[in-house]
């Protein structure tokens, strides 16, 4: 491969790890070009962006990146594939969806501005909460004491009875 054409992924691995704010390293060793196919037509319909690369050139971006990456040099040896992803927890759900045949295999990711290093770090990676699921929560936690004024006056409650309950809760 000419220096030239090298020069231009390294330039495109570089903004692609601008653009995605979540990264995942996979072991795709093992998938026939069937299941890779299935793999890449998944990753579109999550709005995950798979790209197999070469570990050296890879690392060459990642030196040539603001952030700084080492703790995933370890992970840049054998066949990678990176799956960028703009929710941190997405592509660990389709990683764990395929974990009962081994591929594609986790080596390493940079989520939530956080190194997970090791196939062992696939639950914590899971477990991450995108931003709207934090959202949707706190939405629940600020509707329940309404939804519970709510009832009490539609089960036939008084204002007058309510405030005078919430008066004597306050004491």
Do not use: W
Not at 54 to 63: D, G
Not at 69 to 87: D, H, I, R, S, W
Not at 92 to 108: C, H, M, S, V
Not at 136 to 145: K, T
């Amino acid at each position: 491969m000419k220096k030239e054409v090298k020069d231009t992924i390294i330039v495109e691995l570089g903004e692609k790890l601008k653009a995605y704010p979540h990264f995942y390293l996979v072991d795709l060793t093992g998938l026939d070009a069937a299941k890779t196919s299935e793999l890449r037509e998944k990753c579109f319909k999550n709005e995950i962006k798979l790209l197999v690369v070469k570990n050296t050139l890879l690392q060459k971006a990642f030196e040539a990146s603001e952030i700084d990456f080492t703790p995933l040099y370890e992970c840049l040896k054998g066949n990678t594939a990176v799956m960028f992803a703009q929710t941190a927890n997405v592509p660990a759900k389709l990683i764990k969806e395929y974990k009962k045949e081994g591929i594609p295999a986790l080596k390493g990711a940079y989520a939530e501005e956080s190194f997970f290093v090791g196939a062992d770090k696939l639950d914590e990676l899971v477990a991450i909460k995108s931003k709207n699921e934090l959202i949707a929560e706190v939405v629940a936690l600020l509707q329940s004491p309404i939804k519970n004024v709510v009832s009490g006056l539609n089960a036939g409650g008084k204002v007058h009875g309510l405030l005078d309950a919430i008066a004597e809760r306050n004491k």
